[in-house]
């Protein structure tokens, strides 16, 4: 089945605390990207890539980091997180040939 | 980035009876995207209209483009429960940057 798949779904942890994320895409996409998505604000962009080794920042990059090794991997890293990324998060993927985007099921992160 | 701005932000309509949401942007656009998003899932794409185009058809959905008023419509036709979601448009000018606005809430009756 095609899909984008995140991990952890879930995540509660504490200021300062490094965590990363996942996003994994089993669809050869080229484009990658991450959201987040709060109350009142919809969904911004905070990193895309756009093939591997390829990475640009998008509207909210601070405090995030990213890296694409491999085309499938899409990993968000927060090296010291704050209460003020306390969001959900969803990566997303499509191919160079359609604007049409894959979204994961999403990461519901509380930082404390 | 371009950015879609949905209105009305939240709509409560009667199950069979028609839904209109509306989008506005602000900057010349390569082609203009819809998605619902279920609460708290993954946005899941709806129907893609290209700047050239004026009307789109995809079953129960209904999206028009007028690009010299930077506005575009969906219009879903005989909604259903299942049809409760929220509803985003993605304006494009085919660069990367893709921001989605905060939506339009649907609520279906029963």
């Known amino acids: 089945e095609a899909q984008v798949t995140q991990n952890p779904r879930y995540l509660i942890t504490v200021t300062g605390k490094k965590l990363t994320v996942t996003c994994s895409q089993n669809?050869?996409?080229?484009?990658m990207s991450w959201y987040r998505q709060d109350p009142g604000l919809g969904l911004r962009q905070i990193y895309y890539?756009?093939?591997?080794?390829?990475?640009d920042k998008g509207d909210v990059p601070e405090g995030y980091k990213v890296s694409r090794k491999e085309k499938r991997n899409f990993p968000l890293i927060l090296e010291s997180p704050s209460p003020n990324q306390t969001s959900l998060y969803f990566c997303?993927?499509?191919?160079?040939?359609?604007?049409?985007?894959?979204f994961g099921p999403g990461t519901r992160l509380t930082v404390t | 980035s371009q950015q879609g701005e949905e209105d009305p932000q939240a709509l409560s309509i009667q199950e069979g009876e028609n839904a209109t949401m509306n989008c506005s942007y602000k900057?010349?656009?390569?082609?203009l995207q819809w998605y619902r998003q279920n609460s708290g899932r993954g946005l899941v794409h709806l129907i893609l209209?290209?700047?050239?185009?004026r009307e789109k058809h995809s079953g129960r959905l209904r999206v028009t483009l007028d690009t010299s008023k930077k506005s575009s419509s969906l219009l879903i036709t005989a909604s259903r429960a299942a049809d409760t979601a929220s509803y985003f448009c993605?304006?494009?000018?085919?660069?990367?940057?893709?921001?989605f606005g905060i939506g339009t809430k649907l609520q279906v009756i029963p």
């Open positions: 890539s756009m093939n591997v080794e390829v990475t």
């Open positions: 669809m050869n996409h080229e484009y």
């Open positions: 900057t010349s656009i390569n082609n």
């Open positions: 997303a993927s499509r191919t160079g040939a359609s604007y049409e985007q894959y």
């Open positions: 209209i290209r700047s050239n185009e």
């Open positions: 993605a304006p494009s000018g085919g660069y990367q940057k893709v921001t």
